[in-house]
């Protein structure tokens, strides 16, 4: 079967296309014929050799999120599977191949009025989204600033945050033309990079919902109300200054709080419940899912040149 490797750390030009055995699907586990496979930050981070002090080796298959239809199941599997479409998450790789195998507690079944290319869009963004703003305890009319909208977490947190009530929602983008489009999607407020946005947006935050991190990401701390609270759900940008912590102590009286989110904190079946009812809303038109653009997966090099060019509004997906 075909799939995309990552040969040399670095640059985009390191993926290649090689062929590799179809998997047996182990005790526990489904292959899956995919569809649609998502291409995450995560994904490009993992390419740079950033992550590399934490396992992840040259000959790594990219890619967390598939769908397709389950083509075989492992032992201790119920055979029903077989012939059925689905979303899964084959971990931190995997993913970038013609078959995946995923772990069975971590597929679910797709409605029929939601494309392969829409569930791998929401399934990982949508869940994050989900989970960060409630880990932000966010509540009906406060305010929300979402930093790096763009992307498929950002996206969706606008989403969540404008249904869930929120009194504004302002988001950093690098375009006019991005800010309209988040508009459109739930967005009251659009600010440049810096977090600046003219006189009309508001002069801080309940809840940040940060996607970026970086060396900047300080700054937006001084951004919260009193009581405010930043959730890091990414670090796209790189880690913020180790002593980004100095900020809240400086501001000991306004009790701001700083923490992290990762969904591999929830549970699979409190993720797929999640999930479940975010693909129906999909599948009723009353959430979006944005995809950039679909890719031939041996376009995979073009698609990671993308993302580090900072070109993508949503989500690419690559098509076996």
Do not use: C
Not at 23 to 51: F, K, M, N
Not at 94 to 110: C, H, R, T, W
Not at 196 to 205: F, L, N
Not at 223 to 245: E, H, S, T
């Amino acid at each position: 079967m075909k799939a995309i490797s990552i040969q040399t750390f670095g640059s985009p030009d390191g993926l290649a296309v090689v062929d590799l055995p179809v998997p047996a699907p182990a005790a526990g586990q489904v292959l899956i014929a995919t569809e649609a496979v998502g291409v995450g930050g995560v994904d490009t981070v993992i390419r740079s050799g950033a992550l590399a002090a934490y396992g992840f080796k040259e000959g790594h298959i990219p890619g967390g999120e598939v769908a397709g239809t389950v083509t075989a199941v492992g032992e201790d599997v119920d055979v029903s599977w077989i012939g059925r479409r689905v979303w899964g998450f084959t971990g931190t790789g995997g993913g970038y191949v013609e078959q995946a195998v995923a772990p069975v507690e971590q597929i679910l079944p797709l409605p029929g009025s939601l494309s392969a290319a829409a569930a791998v869009t929401l399934g990982s963004s949508g869940s994050v989204a989900h989970f960060g703003l409630r880990h932000a305890r966010f509540a009906p009319g406060e305010t929300v600033l979402v930093r790096g909208a763009a992307g498929g977490i950002g996206i969706m947190t606008v989403q969540l945050a404008a249904r869930g009530g929120a009194a504004a929602v302002a988001v950093t983008t690098s375009s006019s033309e991005r800010g309209e489009r988040l508009r459109r999607l739930g967005a009251t407020h659009v600010l440049d990079r810096s977090g600046d946005g003219g006189k009309e947006a508001p002069a801080g935050y309940d809840v940040i919902i940060d996607v970026v991190a970086g060396e900047d990401m300080p700054s937006f701390l001084d951004r919260l109300n009193p009581n405010g609270r930043m959730v890091a759900v990414g670090a796209v940008a790189g880690q913020p200054p180790a002593d980004f912590g100095t900020r809240i102590m400086a501001a000991f009286r306004k009790s701001m709080s700083f923490a992290a989110f990762s969904a591999a904190t929830v549970t699979p079946a409190d993720l797929s419940a999640v999930r479940g009812k975010q693909f129906a809303a999909a599948g009723r038109g009353e959430i979006e899912a944005v995809v950039h653009e679909l890719l031939p997966l041996d376009e995979a090099v073009l698609a990671h040149r993308k993302m580090d060019a900072g070109e993508v509004f949503g989500r690419i997906v690559l098509t076996p």
